[in-house]
């Protein structure tokens, strides 16, 4: 059956911790100060053997998330999508992104409500 | 993203209104433009301002834009914070205390011209032009422009980024690169092809090393470090450089945490491998190289193990690196600020540049490509020199210098020359100074405390940027209010493409620096500046001086323009490069040098060495067994450039206070903890205090220190002047020590210990106190 309920895809691997989902998304929201619609997380650094490190960032994206209704509306993708500067986040439907996360390693699919 | 074809295709180019560079939406007017400083950084990123009644409401990166492809990092998505905040200055104003005191009057303009132009006319002819001396900061937005008001304005030879001993950013390796390709190289990110990742003549790189930067956080020289997570997800490994565990490093093939300090001799190491294990590129050598004899006689003396002990690092990751490198076609070197900061720089620069000579990775697409500015607008630090009276040149502040500093290569006065003139008055007294868009006190200045005393002799000082910052507040006469990017008509060609800066909005009685430049000239100069306005000016730049076969407004509607020579390979072959037409590159042989003869007429060392810094464990044993950290200075964060931005709420936010890194192990033995504010003292009882970041990504015997913190929210009046002297880096560093020919200051390898802030024990005298009182000593 058909999905076509949209989401957020986030390739974590490429995330570089840069915080630019964040600022856009409290800009475009006009959210105080602590509140996020989407918040970064820092895994590690630790090693774990001679030649690999753990050092993961990752965004979990918050109850105040909207989808960027408005944006999405006029035919924008949401502003943290359209901002991540490491190109690791999409936005589509389920099954767009289901099919995107196909042969990725670390990678989350996130529904808000809509 | 490693589909860009789709990306492209996915942009809705309606939506977007492609082809036009302003528009309606609703209650706003979207201008499609470029931001760049001020606030600052080195890029200038494709933007959509919303404005609504001469007021910057929001932005949106601009989609169509190759250039970032309508991404922005948190400093420009916080560009309506930064153009409507509150501390902006609004009008030109003079002082009405004593120095330091805080106390201004405003005045007008016209005021404003006419306190300063019959005092500068004053001093030129009392004392002579080359007694004012001008200062910029970096990569902002003026870097010709300010440059041409000094040389022509104010007649002046010495322009300068002031108490930056050592040239310590950038020109050397733009002047070191030269010596050994004839011009400029940066790693082929696709930047100069409009089509970007998606264009078939360019090839990923198989290989990127970082060396001594961390390019997400700075974007340095106009280099946007995310394009290289592009080229990640496109399949380019990394080797990485540098003591921290960067994101980078975390992902790399190899991490090499060298000692800060160490970077000539593990290139050196790798060249010993790259050569005695013949993995160069004999074919490429042969043909476009020249001294690899001598090259692979000076890399005998340093055999792997060696270096690995003066490294601090394993024989065998060193070897593991140079073989991977050396085995990527093509293969490229991401190079940054680390090189200028140490001694060895200029020997450093050689080697490195030997290091992807040799592996034929010159001029190939995903390799080091040679760029000049879009469209020939080319001139930068040595703009508006034609215009420098003869009598004037000859008394520029270089002294006795020989060689490198000699050749007009080096456009700038050296900053110790004037650093001595300021504390002696020999050769001659400095009488005045011109700041534009650069925060001496809280961010360039070397040894810092020295720095403030010496400022104190000049007796007329003229300060222009968007904030009243520590040293307007400690040393400014008059200060003029400079607009920030939105409110500004400017140019933009560092590198490729030429970007067109469109005004949007206005705040008060704000100035570009182009316009400031404009108005002085005309009065102080008039031959010098028929310019009618800042358009004029930017026209002349990018047609007369530039070959830009258009107007300004020509530029502006079109957005940008991508230029055929940036986006040309193997121009070498192609007699592209040489002035006589001919194939090779622009070096005196007319080959890749090696052993660069520019470097003998120089006086340099034309082949690379190792130098220790002079703090060390090694060169200063006594001293390490008391102070048994090292101290690396001016890391970066996403929040901040330079000494910027700490006045915005966002970005404080964020990172709140400034940050010393350092090894869970190094805390232990402290008795130091997360968050914890320690003081890092060096060996002349100088110190500064920030706050403790532990982690396990850096070199076990390496403590990381920010840069360019000042406290906007604090106390302005001295001697707090905004507390910038309570964290800061340069507290520690000096000035006058520099490497071969005067270039390079080792202020990212120096000798510290580190202890807690204990209230009520070792708090007791604010450092800012001590510097302002004069008896800046252990704090006590
Ligand atoms: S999609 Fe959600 S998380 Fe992303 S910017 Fe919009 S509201 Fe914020
Ligand atoms: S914008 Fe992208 S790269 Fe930056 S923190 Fe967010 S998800 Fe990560
Ligand atoms: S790199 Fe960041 S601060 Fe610089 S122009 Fe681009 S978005 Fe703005």
Known sequence: ?114 | MADYKEFLSKVDRKLYHEGEWQWQEGEYTVTRTHQWSAPGCHNACGILLYTKDDKLEKVEGDPLNPFNNGKLCMRCLNLAEATNHPDRLKYPMKRSGERGENKWERISWDEAYNIIVPKIKEIKEQYGSHTIVGVHGTGRNINWQLPYFYNAGLETPNISTLFFSGFACYLPRVVGAAAVTGEFVIVDAAVGQEERYASKKWTVPECVIIWGNEPLKSNADGFLGHWLVQCMQMGTKFICIDPRLTWWASRAEVWLPTRPGTDAALAIGMLNVIINEKLYDPEYVEKWCVGLEDLTARVQEYPVEKVAEICDLDPEKIRKAARIFAAAKPAAVQWGLAFEQQLCCMSLIVAVCDLFALTGNVEVPGGMIMVRNAFGTQRNYNCGEEWLPAEAAAKKLNGDAKGIEESSIVPHADSNVILHALETGEPYPIKAMWIQSSNPLACPAMDSPRAYEAMKNVEFIVYADPFLTPTAVAFADIVLPVAMGPERNSVRSWWTPLRAMTKACSYYEAKTDEEIVVEFGKRLNPKAFPFKDDIDFLEWYITEDGNWPGTFEDLRNQGWAYWDYDATYYKHEKGLLRPDGEVGFPTPTGKLELAPFMYYQWNLDPLPFHLEPPESPISTPEVYKDYPLILTTGARSYEFFHSEHRQMPTMREFHPDPLVTMHPDVAEKYGIKQGDWVWIENHRGRRFKQKANITLGIAPQVVSAEHGWWFPEKEASSPALFDTFESNSNNVTLQEVTGQGGIGNPIKSSLCKIYKVVEGVNDSVSIGEQVVRGDYRDGK
């Open chain 1, 1 to 114: 059956m058909a999905n076509n309920k949209y989401g957020i895809l986030i390739d974590y691997e490429y995330c570089t911790g840069c915080h630019s989902c964040e600022v856009a998304c409290k800009k475009e929201h006009d959210l105080a100060e602590g509140q996020y619609g989407i918040q970064l997380t820092e895994i590690g650094p630790w090693k774990i053997n001679d030649d690999k490190w753990e050092y993961t960032f990752m965004p979990v994206i918050t109850k105040l998330c909207d989808l960027c209704a408005e944006r999405t509306a006029m035919g924008k993708v949401p502003t943290c999508v359209h901002h991540c500067q490491a190109w690791c986040m999409y936005y589509g439907t389920v099954d767009e992104l289901t099919e995107k996360m196909t042969g990725k390693t670390r990678a989350v699919l996130i529904t808000p409500e809509q």
